[in-house]
C-alpha cells in the first residue's frame, strides 16, 4: 500500500460513514498471523493492521463512550478498531430496555471518528468463532467486572487466560488477547436517564412548549393542566 493510498483510506475514514462488517471484506490483507501485544506496541505493516475489538450496547451514545473508543482505538501504532453493538432483542434480555434502537445505535457508532467498522448484532459473550471470523487480535474493554447473562464478568475466560498458561486449546486461543482500557467517572447512560426521570417535569415542559403532544409524551390532560399552570 502507498502512501498515496493510505492517505485516501484515511480520507474516506474521515468523510463517510465507518462501515458494517456485514457489507466489507475483511481489511487485513497480510497473512493473518498471531500478535503478542510487545509485536503489536512496536508497530505493523501498513497492510496489516492490529484488529481491536470494542463492544457494547451504547445507548444515548456519550463522551464516556467516545473516550472508551479512542483508548481502544490508539493502543497501537497501526490500528482497525471493530466495534460490536449488541442487537435490541439480546439487549432488552439480558440488559434492559434502550431508549435507541438497534439501527439508532448503530448509525450513531459508524459516525464516530475512532470507528473503522461496526458490527451488527454482536454476540453478548465472545467466541473463538466470533474473533477467528473477524480476524481479531485484541479486545478492549474496562477491568470493572461486567455482570450480565448469569456470568460474575463475561469478559472473565478472557481476562483470565491473558494472565494464565493453561493446557486448554481455547485458552490457548484467547491467551494475551484482552487489553484493559480506562472507564470514565461521571458519565453513563444510566446517569443520563437518572437526570431525566429525576427532572421530568422540567423536560416534560420543554417539550410541550416545542410542540409535542401529550399522546406523544405519554402523559393525561390533568398532567398537561397542571405543567401549562406550572409553566405560566
Same mark, same amino acid.
Given at each position: 500500500?502507498?502512501?498515496?493510498?493510505?492517505?485516501?483510506?484515511?480520507?474516506?475514514t474521515l468523510t463517510a460513514p465507518a462501515p458494517f462488517a456485514d457489507e466489507t471484506s475483511c481489511q487485513c490483507?497480510?497473512?493473518?498471523?498471531?500478535?503478542?501485544?510487545?509485536?503489536?506496541?512496536?508497530?505493523?505493516?501498513?497492510?496489516?493492521?492490529?484488529?481491536?475489538?470494542?463492544?457494547?450496547?451504547f445507548d444515548l451514545f456519550h !463522551?464516556?463512550?467516545?473516550? =472508551?473508543?479512542?483508548?481502544?482505538?490508539?493502543?497501537?501504532?497501526n490500528s482497525y478498531l471493530l466495534v460490536g453493538v449488541c442487537s435490541d432483542d439480546l439487549t432488552h434480555k439480558f440488559k434492559g430496555f434502550t431508549v435507541m434502537n438497534e439501527t439508532e445505535r448503530y448509525e450513531a457508532l459508524r459516525h464516530c471518528r475512532y470507528v473503522d467498522e461496526v458490527i451488527r448484532d454482536a454476540p453478548w459473550t465472545l467466541t473463538p468463532e466470533f474473533l477467528e471470523k473477524h480476524k481479531i487480535d485484541f479486545v478492549a474493554h474496562d477491568d470493572i467486572p461486567y455482570s450480565s447473562a448469569g456470568s460474575d464478568d463475561?469478559?472473565?475466560?478472557?481476562?483470565?487466560? =491473558?494472565?494464565?498458561?493453561? !493446557?486448554d486449546s481455547?485458552?490457548?486461543?484467547?491467551?494475551?488477547?484482552?487489553?484493559?482500557?480506562?472507564?470514565?467517572?461521571?458519565?453513563?447512560?444510566?446517569?443520563?436517564?437518572?437526570?431525566?426521570?429525576?427532572?421530568?417535569?422540567?423536560?416534560?415542559?420543554?417539550?410541550?412548549?416545542?410542540?409535542?403532544?401529550?399522546?406523544?409524551?405519554?402523559? !393525561?390532560?390533568?398532567?398537561? !393542566?397542571?405543567?401549562?399552570?406550572?409553566?405560566?
Amino acid at each position: 500500500m502507498t502512501k498515496l493510498t493510505l492517505c485516501f483510506s484515511l480520507f474516506q475514514t474521515l468523510t463517510a460513514p465507518a462501515p458494517f462488517a456485514d457489507e466489507t471484506s475483511c481489511q487485513c490483507r497480510a497473512p493473518h498471523e498471531k500478535l503478542t501485544i510487545a509485536q503489536a506496541r512496536l508497530g505493523t505493516p501498513v497492510d496489516r493492521p492490529v484488529r481491536v475489538y470494542a463492544d457494547g450496547i451504547f445507548d444515548l451514545f456519550h !463522551s464516556g463512550h467516545a473516550r =472508551a473508543l479512542m483508548q481502544a482505538k490508539t493502543l497501537f501504532p497501526n490500528s482497525y478498531l471493530l466495534v460490536g453493538v449488541c442487537s435490541d432483542d439480546l439487549t432488552h434480555k439480558f440488559k434492559g430496555f434502550t431508549v435507541m434502537n438497534e439501527t439508532e445505535r448503530y448509525e450513531a457508532l459508524r459516525h464516530c471518528r475512532y470507528v473503522d467498522e461496526v458490527i451488527r448484532d454482536a454476540p453478548w459473550t465472545l467466541t473463538p468463532e466470533f474473533l477467528e471470523k473477524h480476524k481479531i487480535d485484541f479486545v478492549a474493554h474496562d477491568d470493572i467486572p461486567y455482570s450480565s447473562a448469569g456470568s460474575d464478568d463475561v469478559y472473565k475466560h478472557i481476562k483470565e487466560a =491473558a494472565e494464565q498458561r493453561l !493446557s486448554d486449546s481455547t485458552t490457548r486461543e484467547w491467551r494475551g488477547m484482552f487489553v484493559p482500557t480506562q472507564r470514565t467517572e461521571g458519565i453513563s447512560t444510566s446517569d443520563i436517564i437518572t437526570r431525566i426521570v429525576r427532572d421530568y417535569d422540567v423536560y416534560a415542559r420543554r417539550n410541550l412548549q416545542r410542540g409535542y403532544t401529550a399522546k406523544e409524551l405519554n402523559v !393525561s390532560f390533568i398532567n398537561v !393542566s397542571t405543567l401549562i399552570h406550572i409553566c405560566f
